[in-house]
C-alpha cells in the first residue's frame, strides 16, 4: 500500500478513536506507545553541537541483580527503535496550546483541581461504586463483572501511614515517602504523585492467621531491606519475638539494624525443600516460606504484592505548592508470578537476541483494559485516568501500553519498580512512612551518590537543563548563567581539557549558579518545587489533554511546542553521548 494512503488510514482511525472513545478496543494508533516521549529528546544541542544533554542516563543505566536487562545502559548511545517508532508519534509534543490555555483562568483550574474526583462528598469511593455496577462500555470480556482491581485506598492516613477505611479498619496499604524520580516526575514539570504499597496478607499475619500491626511493620522493612540490597537501621526490637535473626550475629537478641547479608540457601532433596536462609519474613509469611509455599530473594517483591500510584495536579495553597486533591491518573500494579534469577536472567537474555534477529520487532504485551498488561516479569499493570468530564474511567488498552516500557526492562528499576528503592529512611520525617498530605517535600536533601556528588545535581549537570525536553525555562533561569550556551571560550576550554585527559569528564560548572545548586542538596524541594503561576500553567496545559481526550498522542503538559525533541528519528541514529551510570 502506498505510505501516503497508509499516514492517511492512521489519521483517520486517530480522530475517530477521539471521538468515539471506544475503550474496549485494542487497535492502536501508536504500536510503540511503550516507548516514551522523554526518549525522542534530541541529545545534541541544536545551537553547538559540542553541547550534549544527557538526561537518559537516569532511566537507561547499568542494571542490579536480578534486574536483567543487561546492557540498558547502552541505550544512552543511541536511539535503538524499530522501525513503527522512527516517526514520534507523540504529537501533542509539537502543539501550540497558549491559545486553549489563555481561556482557562487561574480561579477556574484552582478549583477544578481542587475537587475530589476519587471519593464523594459522602466518602464513597466514585470508581469503587462504578466498577461494582459495571458500565457495558467497560466490561472488556461482557461477564458481567469487573475482573481486575477495584480501588479500595480510603486515603485517610495514621501518624505511620497506614491508611484505614471510614470504620477505622486497617486497609493494608501504607503510604511512604521517596525522592521523586529525575526529570519528569518532579512537580516543577507537570505532576505531583504518591506511591502506596500493600503486602499479602499472610505478611499482615501472625502464624495463626491472626492480624499483627508489628509483624507486617517489620516484614515491609525485610522487603525493603532486600530491595534496597542493603542494611537498614529500625526502632530497637526484640529478635526473641519475631524469631528471626534480623542482624545475623547467630543468635536472638535485641537489634536496631536488619542486615543485609544474603546467603544462598541450600536444597534438601529428600524434603523437597529449601532451608538455611540467611534473611527471612517473619509471621505467616516465614511459616509459608519453610514450608515451601512463598519466595524470597534479594531484589524482588514476594508474589502478590501492589503498588498504588496516583498522579495529581498541582495545587497552589496559600502560595504553597503541594499535591492536589483532583486525581490525573491512578495506577495499580501487583506481582502475580515468581520468576528466579535463571528465569528473569533467560527472559533477559531472549530479549536481547530478538532485539538483535528481529530489531524492527515491535513489542507484544498480554493483557486488556480490566486485567491490565503483563510485563512478562510477573507484574500486571492497569490504570484508570480522567474521562472528559474530570471522572476516573478505565484505561484503554494503547493507554495503558504507554506505562510498560518504563515497567518491564529498564536499569534503573528494582523488580518493574522504581520508587520503594528511593523510600525515605529511618533519620527521616515518621522514617519515611508517610503521604505528602502529612508532610510536602519541603525540607528533604539530595541523594547522596557513592562518587560524593548528590543525585538532582548531577541531573542538572549531566543533562544541563531540569527536564528531558530542556523546556523548563523557570530551572534555567534559576540554576544557570545566563547565555552560557553562547559561551564559546569557556566550552572550547572545557573541550582542551577533555582532548588533553580523556579519564577526565567535562566539568562545566562554568554553566552554573553553584550557590544555588548547592541548596539544592539540604532542600531538594528549591528545585523541583515550581512557582505558582507555572505551576498553574502546567495544570491549564494538561487540562486541555483531558478536554480533548488525546492521551494517545502523549500526556506531557506543554505550553509552546517542543523544540528539543525529534519529530523523526533516522535508523541507526546516535545520541553521541558517553556512556554513564548513576
Known amino acids: 500500500m502506498n505510505k501516503k494512503y497508509i499516514n492517511i488510514s492512521i489519521l483517520l482511525y486517530a480522530c475517530c478513536s477521539l471521538s468515539a472513545q471506544d475503550l474496549k478496543t485494542k487497535n492502536l494508533y501508536n504500536t510503540t506507545a511503550y516507548i516514551s516521549s522523554q526518549c525522542y529528546t534530541k541529545t545534541v544541542n541544536d545551537a553547538d553541537e559540542n553541547i550534549l544533554h544527557n538526561p537518559c542516563f537516569s532511566c537507561h543505566t547499568k542494571n542490579k541483580e536480578p534486574n536483567f536487562t543487561l546492557s540498558d545502559d547502552d541505550l544512552q548511545e543511541a536511539y535503538d527503535f524499530p522501525e513503527a517508532a522512527l516517526k514520534n508519534p507523540w504529537i501533542n509534543l509539537f502543539k501550540d496550546r497558549t491559545s486553549q490555555v489563555e481561556k482557562i483562568s487561574d480561579e477556574e483550574i484552582l478549583t477544578y483541581i481542587k475537587e475530589d474526583n476519587y471519593k464523594s462528598k459522602d466518602g464513597d469511593i466514585i470508581l469503587k461504586s462504578k466498577l461494582e455496577n459495571l458500565n457495558k462500555e467497560w466490561d472488556f470480556n461482557e461477564n458481567g463483572k469487573w475482573d481486575g482491581y477495584i480501588p479500595d485506598i480510603n486515603f485517610s492516613f495514621d501518624k505511620e501511614g497506614f491508611d484505614k477505611d471510614s470504620s477505622g479498619n486497617y486497609t493494608g496499604w501504607r503510604a511512604f515517602a521517596y525522592q521523586p524520580f529525575l526529570g519528569t516526575f518532579w512537580p516543577t514539570n507537570g505532576s505531583t504523585d504518591d506511591v502506596l504499597i500493600r503486602l499479602p496478607k499472610s505478611f499482615q499475619s501472625d502464624e495463626n492467621g491472626n492480624f499483627n500491626l508489628d509483624i507486617y511493620k517489620l516484614n515491609l522493612l525485610i522487603i525493603e531491606s532486600l530491595i534496597k540490597q542493603k542494611s537498614i537501621e529500625i526502632d530497637e526490637l526484640d529478635e526473641n519475638s519475631f524469631g528471626v535473626d534480623l542482624n545475623q550475629n547467630g543468635k536472638l537478641d535485641k537489634t536496631s539494624t536488619i542486615v543485609f547479608n544474603w546467603k544462598i540457601p541450600k536444597y534438601d532433596n529428600k524434603t523437597k525443600k529449601i532451608y538455611g536462609y540467611s534473611m527471612n519474613y517473619v509471621g505467616l509469611a516465614k511459616k509459608e516460606l519453610l514450608e515451601g509455599k512463598r519466595h524470597i530473594a534479594p531484589g524482588l517483591y514476594p508474589v502478590g504484592t501492589e503498588?498504588?500510584?496516583?498522579?495529581?495536579?498541582?495545587?497552589?495553597?496559600?502560595?504553597?505548592?503541594?499535591?492536589?486533591?483532583?486525581?490525573?491518573?491512578?495506577?495499580?500494579?501487583?506481582?502475580?508470578?515468581?520468576?528466579?534469577?535463571?528465569q528473569l536472567h533467560n527472559l533477559g537474555l531472549s530479549e536481547i537476541k530478538e532485539k538483535h534477529d528481529f530489531p524492527d520487532r515491535v513489542d507484544v504485551y498480554l493483557g486488556n483494559i480490566e486485567v491490565g498488561l503483563s510485563n512478562k516479569r510477573g507484574w500486571y499493570y492497569q490504570g484508570f485516568i480522567e474521562d472528559k468530564k474530570g471522572e476516573l474511567r478505565p484505561q484503554t488498552y494503547e493507554e495503558t501500553l504507554f506505562c510498560m516500557g518504563c515497567h518491564s526492562n529498564l536499569g534503573s528499576t528494582a523488580d518493574s519498580t522504581f520508587v520503594f528503592q528511593r523510600k525515605l529512611e529511618k533519620n527521616s520525617f515518621a522514617k519515611g512512612w508517610y503521604h505528602w498530605t502529612q508532610k510536602g517535600l519541603k525540607?528533604?536533601?539530595?541523594?547522596?551518590?557513592?562518587?560524593?556528588?548528590?543525585?538532582?545535581?548531577?541531573?542538572?549537570?549531566?543533562?544541563?537543563?531540569?527536564?528531558?525536553?530542556?523546556?523548563?525555562?523557570?530551572?534555567?533561569?534559576?540554576?544557570?548563567?545566563?547565555?552560557?550556551?553562547?559561551?564559546?571560550?569557556?566550552?572550547?576550554?572545557?573541550?582542551?581539557?577533555?582532548?588533553?585527559?580523556?579519564?577526565?569528564?567535562?566539568?562545566?560548572?562554568?554553566?552554573f549558579k553553584n550557590k544555588e545548586l548547592e541548596k539544592v542538596k539540604n532542600d531538594i524541594s528549591y528545585l523541583i518545587l515550581p512557582s505558582k503561576q507555572r505551576a498553574l500553567n502546567l495544570n491549564k496545559a494538561y487540562k486541555v489533554i483531558v478536554d480533548e481526550q488525546s492521551y494517545i498522542y502523549g500526556r506531557d503538559p506543554h505550553i509552546k511546542p517542543a523544540t528539543n525533541v525529534y519529530q523523526k528519528i533516522d535508523k541507526g541514529q546516535m545520541t553521541h553521548l558517553q556512556k554513564i551510570s548513576q
Open 307 to 342: 503498588f498504588a500510584h496516583t498522579v495529581r495536579y498541582i495545587d497552589v495553597d496559600n502560595n504553597e505548592i503541594k499535591i492536589a486533591s483532583r486525581i490525573k491518573e491512578f495506577r495499580y500494579g501487583k506481582k502475580k508470578l515468581w520468576n528466579t534469577y535463571s
Open 443 to 511: 525540607g528533604i536533601p539530595d541523594k547522596k551518590l557513592k562518587n560524593g556528588q548528590t543525585e538532582y545535581v548531577r541531573y542538572i549537570k549531566e543533562n544541563s537543563a531540569g527536564d528531558e525536553f530542556r523546556a523548563n525555562e523557570e530551572i534555567e533561569n534559576k540554576f544557570f548563567i545566563s547565555n552560557w550556551k553562547d559561551d564559546k571560550q569557556n566550552i572550547e576550554k572545557d573541550l582542551i581539557a577533555k582532548l588533553e585527559n580523556p579519564e577526565i569528564p567535562l566539568s562545566q560548572d562554568w554553566k
